[in-house]
């Protein structure tokens, strides 16, 4: 017993050791950040895509990558407005989006997220829940400018919502749409494929020029269609060669790494 314990603690040390080893080796790259219209900032790197709105009441964010990255996120929004963070939207429940919750709940923001995304973070005990939910949509009203959050649709989860800043003619996607591959389905958290179609088509219907990717490089939304026709799901429609390469931009995306989603993010 005792003997079975002791391997136990072994391997969980040798893990962490190997984890540290392969972080020291590979430590994510420094986060950059880009002004993408008049009042939006994004931040790249480590994790997925961080917006924000400055506002004369506060600061609303979206999405705060690993708890690692909290204090960087801070010092990023700090750099462009003396206001507190008050909300946070999450786009979904996938630690490399809402890891840094727990920081921006004891820095006093409220998380708001829809409620399949928070039922999903109950499910895999993530911590920083979310203090407030929607169905269908969340609106913030703060300093004069709006930001809502809609959920469109089964996806990359069951839980995705799209940010959208209508002053700016910007849209967040989260991970519904990524620039750094083919769309990825979490099947374990609701997502599916083939809804992802037509909820990709829904976001479509805003109004923005700008698209916040939930990875990847800013683009246009002439970028987003293009990568809908290329990746779209139509069996029908679609020639078996066609076919083919979808399946395989699923499967490369499967061997993408832990990075993203850490489980199972297919
Ligand atoms: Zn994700």
Redesign the pocket.
């Known amino acids: 017993m005792r003997k079975e314990i002791l391997i136990r603690v072994t391997v969980a040390v040798l893990g962490v050791a190997g984890l540290w080893l392969a972080w020291s080796q590979n430590p994510p790259a420094p986060l950059t950040m880009q002004k993408v219209s008049d009042n939006v900032y994004v931040i790249i790197g480590d994790g997925?895509n961080v917006a924000f709105m400055p506002t004369s009441e506060g600061v609303i964010l979206v999405d705060d990558k690993f708890a690692q990255d909290a204090p960087e996120i801070l010092a990023r929004v700090k750099s462009v407005s003396d206001k507190p963070i008050r909300y946070v939207l999450n786009t979904?429940q996938?630690p490399?989006?809402t890891g840094g919750n727990q920081a921006m709940l004891a820095a006093n923001a409220e998380i708001v997220i829809q409620k399949n995304a928070r039922a999903n973070m109950v499910a895999g005990k993530q911590p920083g829940l979310p203090h407030i939910t929607f169905s269908e949509e969340a609106q913030v009203f703060l300093g004069g400018k709006e930001v809502l959050a809609r959920y469109l649709g089964r996806g990359?989860?069951n839980g995705d919502a799209v940010i959208y800043f209508p002053s700016e003619r910007v849209l967040h996607t989260?991970?519904l749409f990524v620039t750094s591959g083919a769309p990825f389905i979490?099947g374990s958290a609701g997502g599916s494929i083939k809804e992802w179609d037509k909820t990709i088509e829904k976001a479509l219907q805003y109004d923005f020029d700008v698209v916040i990717p939930?990875h990847g490089a800013v683009a246009r939304k002439a970028d987003l269609v293009k990568w809908v026709a290329n990746h779209g799901y139509h069996p029908d429609a679609r020639p078996a060669s066609l076919r083919r390469r979808r399946r395989g931009c699923r499967q490369a995306h499967r061997s993408e790494g832990p990075r993203?989603?850490r489980r199972g993010?297919v």
């Open positions: 997925g979904h996938h490399d989006h990359h989860t989260g991970d979490d939930g993203h989603g993010d």
